[in-house]
């Protein structure tokens, strides 16, 4: 008998002891799943925010070429007899997130596929691989200086003024032994003593400084010759200072064009209107609100260009009345159109002038060529 009597306690703790396991087990389960479920909304969290390699284009700014762009006159041409004018010659941009230094995340890219308005692209489609936030700078500001020394060109060849070819400074790169010493716009007048007739007498010119010496260079800066010498850095092989070269002019007047830190060169249409606009007796714009987009060549093409229905959002948002169209861009301007906004295409210059002098004229763009009149072409 008295083995037999710690029995019932025995088989009491065993029976306290299962049930506490349960008892614990039925708490756990509850806290278990509220950790796995954090853990999960910490991932997708973590996901979401993950930089992923599109870019988005979206409606930047409409920006009055002959009016005022951050407290500072655009567009200012002295050394010649300008007229008054009215009315706005709107130059459009469209601002991109998602280039080289910087990110965006799925839940933007996922955001941008439901706004009309965006448009969303692999990153390697605009900018090459491996390409800097500084190379992307350097390029914008290239393309932006060759633009509007282009621009300005087009523009003196309808009105009758002569000009100089010349090779000028159109970018300089930053962290480079160039930076601080020469600036975009200087004019090349001789590197190492010698003058050359193109760019590529330049380059050679350069390539052929000793290794270890500065390149001795003599640039034009505001009207005043200015001698310089510009330290070099060895890449592959070859001196380099750091700058851009590219063919530019030597007008008979001074055209200052200022748009802060808006590169590239899809506003040259609109540059040459509103210099054309300043030479010209009259309003060339009749008091109307004109915005546009389009490069332009020295024969006066107008040539197409990227985020053309963002560029008429932005028109549209700032009150633009028409939108003059690179006539090889109207199969994305087709269904695409901000209402009230009337989208004129063009592939000249000329084109250009003439569809402006007409809503000037009318009011109205009849007659015209429409982008329903190209996009099957």
């Known amino acids: ?27 756990a389960r509850p806290r278990l799943a509220l950790v796995s479920m954090a853990l999960l909304c910490l991932m997708i969290l973590g996901g979401s925010l993950m930089p992923v390699p599109y870019v988005i284009e979206r409606p930047g700014p409409a920006i009055d070429v002959l009016g005022e762009y951050e407290d500072e006159q655009v567009l200012e041409i002295t050394g010649t007899q300008t007229h008054p004018t009215d009315g706005s010659l709107m130059m459009t941009t469209v601002s991109v997130d998602g280039g080289p230094g910087y990110r965006v995340t ?52 309808e009105v009758g003024v002569d000009y100089e070819p010349v090779v000028m400074i159109a970018g300089v790169e930053e962290g480079t032994p160039a930076d601080g010493v020469l600036e975009p716009g200087d004019v090349v007048v001789s590197i190492g003593g010698e003058s050359a007739e193109d760019v590529a007498g330049y380059q050679e010119l350069a390539a052929a400084t000793p290794e270890g010496e ?79 987009t389009g490069t332009i060549s020295a024969d006066g093409a107008v040539g197409p260009i ?43 210059f000329d084109e250009a002038l003439e569809a402006t002098e007409t809503i000037a004229e009318t009011g109205t763009t009849d007659g015209l060529p429409t982008c329903e009149d190209h996009k099957d072409r």
């Open 1 to 27: 008998m008295t083995d037999d009597q710690p029995r019932p306690a025995r088989l009491q703790r065993v029976r306290s002891a299962i049930s506490r396991s349960v008892d614990d087990a039925q708490l």
């Open 106 to 157: 799925p839940v933007e890219v996922v955001a941008s596929w439901f706004d009309r308005t965006r448009s969303v692209m692999p990153r390697e489609l605009l900018f090459p691989e491996g390409q800097t936030r500084e190379e992307t700078t350097l390029t914008n500001t290239v393309s932006m200086s060759t633009s509007q020394q282009g621009a300005v060109a087009v523009a003196l060849d």
């Open 214 to 292: 500065p390149v001795a260079v003599t640039v034009r800066r505001d009207g005043e010759e200015t001698d310089l010498e510009v330290p070099t850095e060895m890449v592959e092989g070859e001196p380099r200072m750091g700058v851009v070269l590219a063919k530019g002019y030597d007008f008979p007047m001074d055209v200052e064009i200022g748009v802060g830190e808006i590169g590239g060169p899809s506003a040259g249409m609109m540059f040459s209107l509103s210099v054309y606009d300043e030479l010209t007796p009259g309003a060339l714009t009749g008091g109307h609100e004109i915005a546009g």
């Open 306 to 348: 990227g985020g053309i229905r963002q560029k008429m959002v932005g028109a549209h948002d700032s009150d633009a009345e028409y939108f003059l169209a690179p006539a090889e861009n109207c199969d994305q301007v087709v269904g695409y159109e901000p209402d009230g906004l009337e989208v004129v295409a063009v592939s000249t």
